[in-house]
């Protein structure tokens, strides 16, 4: 039994049983070539050879259970394909492999499908952006990945779109558009289907919007439910906001992608900052920004919520992803979630009971101050106003970004790419107007004055919460992590080096060739035939060069542009 099917419940049993006989006589059903994918095997992903959706399986753990490459023969990690694709923008996707088919997205919505063992390109799909202004869109026009379901592969886009195409030729099944673009929303994120639902997020908080979660039909792109994740008046959590319409600009931005227990049934999204970014314009806690939010998969009902910074003053979203594990603290076992937040602190959430179990901070942490009866508070003192700047830790760029940490149910250690970066804000006259910035805070990004690096990658023990290792660099650490059952955590660098370290120790045990440009992307790896390969774009962009400040400088001469790179041991 895998450590996923130890969550399925009984009712989960029908449906797995009812999609191998709409989709296929067995989970792994092969249509022309091309393996179906069907309700069980998205269940089951975490065994699957492939790598089926954004970050493996529902969990979010980034882990593959594959020993092929280990500690021992690691250094062995010699080129198998790559492709180089070009564009000068970020590229934050990761690779999706189903059987021989890999899925690879880039920015401004390009799709291209590999043979995942030869290269081979077997077809290309561009949407049509013409005649859109992308200004809304923060920060840079990344796409980061795709989902799968049945026979289709879905895409989000910059304008808003949701697309089907035929995974085997490229062609477009159905599209639906779920906002205008141009109007402060965006969509940069990879989907996630679940039980026959495209569900996806939209991005804006920085320009007005009001973002929301939305669940579509996978077979016609019918809209099932919309949840938005600043109330309007009347509903819960509206007591949380200034009375008035402030709320429809609220933000709240759903930019990356959930996660699914399906124990309970429950799926999770994070939530991102409030807009405008200056507090004093909007008192209260600000519901349901900057947090954890549970659902009803089927409905979009909210079941409960974590929020992780109230009344946020710092763009300090709540998005990155809520990882599913069990850990034992204190003597005690736990169904957990494990977020490592923007504001620098490492939660640990008990998803039965929807209480904290203990918090750390992992990066310096000043603007949320700490916590009281298992909720956090923040340290009025750096809360920015008109004429009244303030130094925090960290930046709005957070102790880490959206770069997916990953979880090792073996070591019992989550893996956290880390910056440290601290800040200047200072408040500013703001009003809305569509498709303007709406912050009323200027801001600037210095260095921690209590490192003297920019980055770092870190373990943590979960069932401690103390840190195990630590392994600084000079520059951030913008990749995100994923850990194998080899012993293995691989993450990039800004250098342009795919890394092989020891999970336990963090002792680098191989470290690729330079590649072309810098790697923000986190990597993915998979199994054909026997042979593991581990895959990951490499493609300098992203937040950091545009909004970075000091650290602008640092990694002003990385060379920019899309290569694909795929290792194995053959």
């Given at each position: 039994?895998?450590?996923?099917?130890?969550?399925?419940?009984?009712?989960?049993?029908?449906?797995?049983?009812?999609?191998?006989?709409?989709?296929?006589?067995?989970?792994?059903?092969?249509?022309?070539?091309?393996?179906?994918?069907?309700?069980?095997?998205?269940?089951?992903?975490?065994?699957?050879?492939?790598?089926?959706?954004?970050?493996?399986?529902?969990?979010?753990?980034?882990?593959?259970?594959?020993?092929?490459?280990?500690?021992?023969?690691?250094?062995?990690?010699?080129?198998?394909?790559?492709?180089?694709?070009?564009?000068?923008?970020?590229?934050?996707?990761?690779?999706?492999?189903?059987?021989?088919y890999m899925f690879v997205t880039t920015p401004k919505d390009h799709l291209i499908a590999f043979d995942a063992v030869t290269g081979k390109v077997l077809w290309k799909y561009q949407k049509s952006l013409a005649g859109v202004g992308l200004k809304t869109v923060c920060c840079d026009v990344v796409n980061r990945g795709v989902a799968l379901y049945g026979n289709n592969v879905y895409m989000a886009t910059l304008d808003n779109y949701v697309v089907a195409l035929n995974a085997q030729t490229g062609k477009v099944v159905?599209?639906?558009?779920?906002k205008p673009a141009d109007v402060g929303y965006a969509m940069t994120l990879a989907p996630l289907t679940l039980e026959g639902m495209v569900i996806v997020g939209t991005s804006g908080g920085e320009y007005g919007a009001r973002d929301f979660v939305v669940a579509l039909d996978a077979n016609t792109g019918r809209e099932i439910w919309r949840q938005y994740t600043v109330p309007s008046p009347g509903q819960p959590g509206s007591d949380t906001w200034p009375k008035g319409k402030i709320y429809r600009h609220g933000g709240?931005?759903?930019?990356?992608?959930?996660?699914?227990?399906?124990?309970?049934?429950?799926?999770?999204?994070?939530?991102?900052?409030?807009?405008?970014?200056?507090?004093?314009?909007?008192?209260?806690?600000?519901?349901?920004?900057?947090?954890?939010?549970?659902?009803?998969?089927?409905?979009?009902?909210?079941?409960?919520?974590?929020?992780?910074?109230?009344?946020?003053?710092?763009?300090?979203?709540?998005?990155?992803?809520?990882?599913?594990?069990?850990?034992?603290?204190?003597?005690?076992?736990?169904?957990?979630?494990?977020?490592?937040?923007?504001?620098?602190?490492?939660?640990?959430?008990?998803?039965?009971?929807?209480?904290?179990?203990?918090?750390?901070?992992?990066?310096?942490?000043?603007?949320?101050?700490?916590?009281?009866?298992?909720?956090?508070?923040?340290?009025?003192?750096?809360?920015?106003?008109?004429?009244?700047?303030?130094?925090?830790?960290?930046?709005?760029?957070?102790?880490?970004?959206?770069?997916?940490?990953?979880?090792?149910?073996?070591?019992?250690?989550?893996?956290?790419?880390?910056?440290?970066?601290?800040?200047?804000?200072?408040?500013?006259?703001?009003?809305?107007?569509?498709?303007?910035?709406?912050?009323?805070?200027?801001?600037?990004?210095?260095?921690?004055?209590?490192?003297?690096?920019?980055?770092?990658?870190?373990?943590?023990?979960?069932?401690?919460?103390?840190?195990?290792?630590?392994?600084?660099?000079?520059?951030?650490?913008?990749?995100?992590?994923?850990?194998?059952?080899?012993?293995?955590?691989?993450?990039?660098?800004?250098?342009?080096?795919?890394?092989?370290?020891?999970?336990?120790?963090?002792?680098?045990?191989?470290?690729?060739?330079?590649?072309?440009?810098?790697?923000?992307?986190?990597?993915?790896?998979?199994?054909?035939?026997?042979?593991?390969?581990?895959?990951?774009?490499?493609?300098?962009?992203?937040?950091?060069?545009?909004?970075?400040?000091?650290?602008?400088?640092?990694?002003?001469?990385?060379?920019?542009?899309?290569?694909?790179?795929?290792?194995?041991?053959?």
């Amino acid at each position: 039994m895998t450590r996923f099917q130890a969550f399925l419940p009984r009712r989960c049993l029908w449906r797995i049983v009812l999609s191998a006989v709409l989709l296929g006589p067995a989970a792994g059903a092969i249509a022309a070539g091309y393996p179906v994918v069907t309700n069980a095997r998205l269940l089951h992903a975490a065994s699957d050879n492939g790598w089926l959706m954004f970050l493996r399986d529902y969990t979010g753990d980034s882990y593959a259970p594959f020993r092929e490459i280990s500690t021992r023969n690691v250094s062995g990690l010699k080129p198998a394909w790559d492709y180089k694709i070009g564009m000068r923008q970020g590229f934050e996707g990761s690779p999706i492999v189903n059987g021989r088919y890999m899925f690879v997205t880039t920015p401004k919505d390009h799709l291209i499908a590999f043979d995942a063992v030869t290269g081979k390109v077997l077809w290309k799909y561009q949407k049509s952006l013409a005649g859109v202004g992308l200004k809304t869109v923060c920060c840079d026009v990344v796409n980061r990945g795709v989902a799968l379901y049945g026979n289709n592969v879905y895409m989000a886009t910059l304008d808003n779109y949701v697309v089907a195409l035929n995974a085997q030729t490229g062609k477009v099944v159905w599209q639906k558009q779920i906002k205008p673009a141009d109007v402060g929303y965006a969509m940069t994120l990879a989907p996630l289907t679940l039980e026959g639902m495209v569900i996806v997020g939209t991005s804006g908080g920085e320009y007005g919007a009001r973002d929301f979660v939305v669940a579509l039909d996978a077979n016609t792109g019918r809209e099932i439910w919309r949840q938005y994740t600043v109330p309007s008046p009347g509903q819960p959590g509206s007591d949380t906001w200034p009375k008035g319409k402030i709320y429809r600009h609220g933000g709240g931005s759903a930019w990356l992608t959930g996660t699914y227990d399906p124990s309970s049934n429950t799926l999770f999204w994070g939530g991102g900052n409030p807009g405008p970014w200056l507090a004093r314009l909007r008192p209260g806690k600000n519901l349901f920004t900057d947090s954890l939010q549970a659902f009803n998969p089927r409905t979009g009902q909210r079941k409960w919520y974590y929020q992780y910074t109230p009344h946020d003053s710092w763009d300090y979203d709540g998005v990155n992803t809520p990882m599913i594990t069990s850990l034992t603290y204190h003597g005690r076992r736990y169904q957990a979630i494990v977020h490592a937040d923007r504001n620098g602190w490492l939660y640990v959430i008990d998803r039965r009971t929807h209480k904290l179990i203990y918090a750390v901070p992992f990066a310096h942490a000043i603007s949320l101050a700490g916590f009281r009866d298992g909720l956090p508070y923040t340290d009025d003192a750096v809360r920015p106003a008109v004429g009244k700047q303030i130094f925090t830790c960290p930046s709005f760029l957070g102790g880490k970004n959206w770069w997916p940490a990953s979880v090792d149910p073996a070591t019992h250690m989550v893996y956290v790419p880390t910056i440290h970066t601290c800040m200047t804000m200072k408040g500013a006259p703001t009003f809305y107007k569509p498709g303007l910035p709406y912050l009323g805070e200027t801001f600037k990004v210095v260095h921690d004055p209590n490192d003297s690096n920019w980055g770092a990658l870190q373990a943590f023990d979960l069932d401690t919460g103390k840190r195990a290792w630590n392994r600084e660099t000079r520059l951030p650490w913008d990749a995100g992590a994923m850990s194998t059952a080899g012993g293995l955590v691989f993450s990039g660098t800004p250098q342009g080096h795919l890394l092989a370290l020891d999970a336990r120790t963090g002792q680098v045990l191989w470290k690729s060739p330079k590649l072309s440009s810098g790697i923000i992307a986190p990597p993915v790896t998979y199994r054909v035939d026997g042979t593991q390969y581990v895959a990951i774009l490499a493609g300098w962009g992203g937040a950091t060069p545009i909004w970075g400040g000091d650290m602008v400088k640092s990694v002003a001469n990385i060379p920019v542009g899309g290569h694909l790179y795929v290792y194995s041991l053959k």
